[in-house]
């Protein structure tokens, strides 16, 4: 002890001893930052080429092992950003397609309740949107949401001058709703927004119908919210042309051009 106390209180001893601690530590370092950059790391890349607004699944990803020295920016270094991320599904940015063998950037994917318009990626196949144009007053003062339903409403004049109104359609579930400039009106905004759009997705056969309702002359097509039970899971509800006596009368009204082949 008192050997390594006269060793300790000469100053240059101190100083070797302090100085081989530091080559040691920055040797160690040295080599384990060295081990960091040259270890292979396991990253996501594309097996195919994905198209923007596609939704990112498992078998569109493969798996290579790259340095971690060569991962540089956004690159996503886990698969669970893509196919199991607890805030929703992933999809292609609108602006970005990924190459077949491309690693994935983070400024490429984007959530899909982030997509904008994002309802239209999930419009079932033999559906198509309808927008249908709307006001304060018709919206019963800004009172209809996506996720509602509604019922579509036809007054018209028959031939014999009879006024003709009644339920066309029922069950109608609303997409968006947007303003004059094409915005979200109930998304999160600072502004007011007052509602000029409402989208929905009918069947061809439907579309094709409202569209020759909205043309007739003194006709009027209306939405109202619809009396469906809440109680219903959405796949039980089924859109149902409820008048035929009205649906006849606007075929009477137009003639249904059939495309060339």
């Known amino acids: 002890m008192k050997r390594l106390k006269q060793i300790l209180s000469n100053k240059n001893t101190v100083t070797l001893i302090a100085a081989i601690l530091i080559v040691l530590v920055l040797y160690f370092f040295y080599n384990w930052r060295l081990d960091q950059a040259i270890s292979p790391i396991r990253v996501p890349y594309a097996l195919q080429t994905i198209e923007p607004r596609t939704k990112i699944t498992e078998d569109m990803i493969g798996y ?3 340095s971690q020295d ?3 920016g956004n690159i996503v270094t886990n698969a669970d950003y893509l196919i199991n991320n607890k805030s929703g599904d992933m999809y292609t940015n609108v602006n970005s397609v990924i190459p077949q063998g491309s690693l994935f950037y983070r400024t490429q994917v984007i959530l899909e309740a982030e997509l904008p318009d994002s ?5 079932p196949d033999g559906y198509i949107p309808y ?3 709307v006001d304060i ?4 003062g800004n009172s209809m949401y996506p996720g509602n339903y509604v019922d579509v409403y036809f007054k018209g004049v028959n031939e ?4 003709m109104v009644g339920k066309l359609i029922e069950n109608v579930k609303i997409l968006a709703v947007k303003d004059s400039g094409g915005r979200h009106v109930f998304e999160a905004s600072s502004e007011e927004r007052t509602p000029s759009q409402i989208i929905f997705a009918v069947t061809n056969e439907i579309h094709l119908m409202l569209r020759k309702a909205e043309y007739i002359r003194d006709a009027e097509v209306i939405l109202v919210p619809s009396t469906v039970s809440l109680e219903l899971e959405e796949e039980e509800i089924v859109i ?6 009205i649906k006849q009368y606007i075929s009477s009204q137009a003639i249904t051009i059939e495309e060339d082949e």
């Not at 309802?119 to 419009?123: C, P, R």
């Not at 149902?240 to 006596?245: L, P």
């Open 70 to 72: 060569a991962i540089k």
């Open 119 to 123: 309802f239209l990626v999930n419009i």
């Open 137 to 140: 007053e018709s919206t019963y």
């Open 64 to 66: 290579l092992e790259i």
């Open 160 to 163: 014999s001058g009879m006024l």
């Open 131 to 133: 927008n249908f144009s």
């Open 240 to 245: 149902n042309v409820t008048s035929e006596t």
